[in-house]
């Protein structure tokens, strides 16, 4: 058994496994859906099952579908450049060791801040801005590739500060699809897929609906750099294929343009890293597993959310799961999402 019905059966095995409650899925090439799915109830405990409206916590996804595209509009408009040093955003940004660093940086996980805080995290925007700005770094700048979530943060914050409006604003003005939001509406909100807080979040003990899973982005307001960002499967596939089209030549809305896209979507120089701008790119150990281009580009969230983008093949790949609501490991959805990926391999 291959392609779509294989695709079914490893979402299915998955529910079944309590690796997530539900998942909804998406395939498509540059100009339609060829198959979508929805497996599972909203919980574990309810039998309230999803559809391909359901709204999911993107979770990281945030930093490639709105925070990388925000990005993309300031590059487009000649407002800011790559090669930007973050010291001339921030002047808190002044100790020696970083005086280096770039938006491009921050972009591709290089700019020495470690992934997130030791300590408990601060509570308003300013105080993030300067423990991020003060923190030891971890390495030097570009010496390697760290996943940062703080890095990510303190680009949410220098995107709003180039475009004189929030991340959300200049999003919802790039992006208007109202399906793909940092504000889900109450009625929406209602039906979204739930999440539970993590042990060391103070809202623990509750579930969270139509609230951001992440406790940095809650404790900025549901909108930052990193996190926040909402949306159902159709939603996501649409921005997949405005991506797919740029990446394989055609232009679209700006900034969607095949020079950007390639510029975006290039892996990063930074010895052993696996990062572009924003996004991420294929190795065989990746999370889309072994039958993608070699020229792949992705990005998964913690939640159990994933895109992929493969402009050889004309083909996308989202995945969203509410993993976080009771589910499995991340190891468990990681073999979860190379499963699905190699399914669908040659779809």
């Not at 309590?18 to 919980?43: K, L, Y």
């Not at 969230?301 to 589910?327: E, H, K, Q």
């Amino acid at each position: 058994m291959a392609g779509p019905d294989a695709a079914h059966r490893v979402l299915v095995d998955a529910h079944d496994g309590h690796v997530f409650p539900s998942a909804t899925a998406e395939i498509g090439d540059s100009s339609a859906v060829i198959w979508n799915d929805a497996v599972g109830t909203r919980t574990f405990e309810t039998s309230t099952s999803v559809d391909l409206t359901t709204p999911y916590d993107l979770a990281s996804l945030t930093k490639v579908i709105a925070t990388t595209t925000v990005g993309m509009q300031l590059v487009h408009a000649g407002a800011m450049t790559l090669e930007a040093p973050l010291d001339g955003m921030f002047p808190e940004w002044s100790r020696a060791d970083r005086l280096a660093a770039t938006v491009r940086d921050l972009f591709e996980h290089a700019s020495g801040l470690p992934a997130r805080f030791v300590d408990a995290p601060p509570h308003t925007a300013r105080e993030f801005l300067h423990d991020i700005c003060s923190i030891e770094l971890e390495y030097k700048v570009r010496e390697r590739s760290v996943y940062s979530d703080l890095g990510f943060i303190l680009l949410g914050f220098g995107l709003e500060q180039i475009g004189n409006a929030s991340l959300a604003t200049q999003f919802e003005q790039v992006w208007s699809d109202r399906a793909l939001t940092f504000d889900l509406p109450a009625e929406a909100k209602q039906r979204a897929a739930p999440t539970i807080p993590l042990g060391d979040d103070p809202r623990r003990g509750r579930r969270l609906t139509g609230v951001v899973h992440d406790s940095y982005a809650a404790r900025l307001g549901g909108v930052a750099g990193h996190a926040g960002l909402f949306g159902d499967v159709g939603a996501v596939g649409r921005f997949a294929r405005t991506v797919l089209r740029a990446a394989r030549g055609s232009d679209g809305p700006p900034p969607f343009s095949p020079a950007l896209m390639t510029r975006f979507s290039e892996k990063s120089t930074v010895s052993g890293s696996s990062r572009a701008v924003g996004w991420d790119t294929m190795l065989s150990t990746s999370s889309c597993g072994t039958r993608m281009s070699a020229v792949a580009f992705g990005h998964v969230g913690y939640t159990g959310t994933s895109l992929w983008i493969d402009p050889p093949r004309d083909r996308y790949f989202v995945l969203l799961t509410n993993r976080a609501c009771g589910g499995g490991t991340l190891d468990a959805m990681r073999n979860v999402r190379r499963a699905f990926h190699d399914a669908l391999g040659d779809v």
